[in-house]
């Protein structure tokens, strides 16, 4: 009896693990990435749940000018990046809720959840 409890656990367990790697992008917009598009006017996927560690930004082309601007989070927040057209930006995140957005666009915003 205990031995079965315990299978049904490790089932759950899988099933979770699963769920939350089978797409990385979810059907509410979410996604579980390290590596999140700069497109014009709206980063991809938005909310996004990561684990701790380094994220990668992209932009794609062709593109704005556009950035990536910490507002919230824990600790001290990373360097912003520079205003760019192409390439790519890195930060590393701690355990915790980020919010990030563009300067240059009104409601070009994302949040990053580290978990
Ligand atoms: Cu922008």
């Known amino acids: 009896m205990q031995l079965a409890r315990l299978a049904v656990a490790v089932a759950v367990g899988i099933g979770v693990i699963a769920a939350c790697s089978s797409s990385s992008t979810g059907p509410s917009g979410g996604g579980h990435t390290t590596n999140i598009s700069v497109r014009n006017?709206?980063?991809s996927p938005t909310p996004d749940t990561v684990p701790v560690?380094?994220?990668?930004?992209t932009w794609e082309t062709p593109s704005n000018g556009h950035n990536v601007t910490w507002q919230t989070g824990p600790g001290t927040l990373p360097t912003k990046s520079s205003t760019q057209t192409s390439g790519t930006y890195q930060a590393t995140l701690q355990l915790g809720t980020y919010t990030y957005h563009c300067t240059v666009h009104a409601g070009m915003n994302g949040t990053i959840v580290v978990q």
């Open 53 to 57: 560690g380094q994220v990668t930004f």
């Open 41 to 43: 006017n709206s980063f």
